[in-house]
């Protein structure tokens, strides 16, 4: 796909899963790529491993659930490579607990993750990609962001916010040039269940059964990447999970019923 040809992109929670195969498939498309996440020697593993100049990627390593300055980093990104062409905001982080044993603070982390520091990055990049007369600006969601099931409470809500944030930011940016798409991932081949939070703030440390029978996370990457390619404004991938959403909406008793039913993991 040419359209990628050295276009700049910047990926969150690019170290592993759907992000670090996102970045080796940009890179294969000539993209130029700024990798960021909390680890800075997993960053540059995956640069390593793409095997690309050091012209053609950045490492900034921050964590989102910090005070991060977003503009600061914004303005190292144009300092590099002048421009941003692409956003991903692919950083996240799940959740494994009943609502009534978790923590107001392990709902605000989940939070401050997988909302805020979207909201902080979309606001740095947006106008320095009106001033360019482009830019495609997406997130990573879930299909429980258009439901929810059980243990999952704060983890839904914040990628419902999602939605709702991007429907009205894609309304506002009609045309402008800038593009806007939600990533609705089912279940895939991550480590995401082993590093959700429990009802305390802690790991949950396990492979949910879930993940283990998921989409891997290469394949998620080229189905995202395609979608990007044809500016869709929601991109969905998985198993027989997407069924839930298409019951959801059609079917809003048979959901009520199925939903307590789900398992969890």
């Known amino acids: 796909m ?41 960053l540059a593993a995956v640069a390593k491993e793409a095997a690309v100049k050091d012209s053609d990627f950045l490492i900034l390593d921050f964590d989102l659930s910090s005070d991060f300055d977003a503009q600061q980093k914004t303005q190292l990104v144009i300092d590099y490579f002048g421009k941003i062409d692409y956003l991903f905001n692919n950083g996240g982080i799940s ?111 396990k492979l949910a059964e879930g993940q283990a029978n998921g989409m891997t996370a290469d394949e998620a990457a080229r189905r995202i990447i395609k979608g990007i390619a044809k500016r869709k404004p929601e991109i969905m991938f998985g198993g027989k999970e997407l069924l839930m959403v298409y019951i959801r909406r059609y079917f809003p008793k048979l959901f009520y019923y199925m939903a307590p039913r789900v398992k969890p993991t």
Request: aromatic letters at 10%; proline letters at 1%.
């Open 2 to 42: 040419t359209v990628f040809q050295d276009k700049i992109i910047w990926i969150t929670g690019a170290s592993s899963g759907i992000g670090r195969c996102l970045a080796l498939q940009f890179f294969k498309l000539g993209a130029k790529v700024v990798l960021s996440g909390r680890n800075r020697d997993a």
């Open 95 to 205: 959740q494994r607990s009943m609502t009534a044993e978790t923590t107001v603070d392990v709902d605000r982390r989940i939070f401050e993750i997988n909302f805020f520091a979207v909201d902080k990055l979309t606001k740095a990049v947006l106008p320095i990609m009106l001033k360019n007369g482009f830019g495609h600006i997406s997130a990573t969601s879930s299909v429980v962001g258009k439901f929810g099931i059980p243990m999952r409470s704060a983890y839904a809500a914040s990628k419902h916010a999602l939605h709702g944030y991007y429907d009205s930011l894609r309304a506002e940016m009609h045309g402008k040039g800038i593009y806007i798409s939600v990533i609705l991932a089912g279940r895939i081949l991550t480590n995401i269940s082993q590093n959700a939070v429990t009802k305390d703030g802690s790991k949950y440390n």
